[in-house]
């Protein structure tokens, strides 16, 4: 006699939300090339920003709900090419770097490939135990979210001052290949997700949170420029900081 068929596995299908959400931010980082293609490129590095949001939200949610798989990394590396990589690459060449058609489509290359080798690198290293705690309180290299907002800080700028100070598209096209350099590099940079306060300024960190939220709101590209000098500015300290640490001998 034939034996019995296994009775097919259950999936709870709460279990597939974090999916699900990775699959929503790719769809937002595609969509925001679309708007970006149709000339509207303030909605574009809005659905760029939701994509970050979804992707800082997938690995929780997995964690939460204990359904942790290697599909799910897979599928979040791959929409984070997408939404960190190729998309605003492609809005800021339609934004800025058309006059320099050559030149600003090999930055647009320069910068995809680095964004492919930083998730690339950084994939291995959490497969290995010791590239995990390598990275355990800063990122080697700036992470692939970072380096997408970064990118886009000069059509943060024209916006800001009402395109009274709009960068050249050679200058543009330099700042996007040096973004890509960074991502590649093994400069320590900030993990936000590291950064740890006394439990009495508590307080004022949600009013900051809050303070942050409402000028995104109520002056997105000044605060969104400002966020990046600081975030700058944090590397720059990092660099300083391990520059200045007694080397073993």
């Not at 943060?156 to 543009?172: G, H």
């Not at 420029?225 to 001998?249: D, E, H, I």
Request: aromatic letters at 8%.
């Amino acid at each position: 006699m034939a034996a019995p068929a296994e009775p097919p596995r259950q999936l709870l299908l709460l279990k597939l939300l974090p999916n699900l959400v990775s699959i929503l931010a790719l769809c937002a980082g595609l969509t925001a090339i679309r708007y970006a293609i149709a000339g509207n490129f303030t909605l574009a590095v809005l659905l760029i920003g939701v994509a970050a949001a979804l992707d800082g939200l997938d690995g929780r949610l997995a964690r939460m709900l204990k359904s942790e798989s290697a599909i799910g990394a897979e599928l979040d590396s791959l929409c984070d090419f997408v939404n960190f990589g190729v998309t605003p690459a492609l809005v800021l060449y339609l934004w800025g770097l058309k006059p320099e058609t050559s030149l600003g489509w090999i930055a647009v290359l320069v910068y995809v490939v680095c964004c492919m080798l930083r998730l690339a690198r950084f994939n291995v290293g959490a497969k290995d135990p010791v590239g995990e705690a390598a990275e355990k309180t800063s990122f080697i290299g700036v992470p692939s979210p970072a380096g997408a907002m970064l990118v886009l800080s000069p059509l943060y700028l024209a916006f800001a001052t009402d395109r009274v100070l709009t960068l050249p598209a050679v200058v543009v096209a330099a700042w996007m290949v040096g973004i890509g350099a960074l991502m590649i590099s093994r400069v320590r940079t900030p993990s936000l997700k590291r950064i740890t306060i006394s439990a009495e300024h508590a307080r004022y960190a949600l009013v900051g949170a809050v303070v942050v939220v409402a000028a995104l709101l109520t002056y997105p590209w000044v605060t969104l420029l400002t966020l990046c000098l600081v975030y700058l500015a944090g590397v720059l300290w990092l660099a300083m900081q391990n520059f200045r640490k007694p080397r073993s001998t």
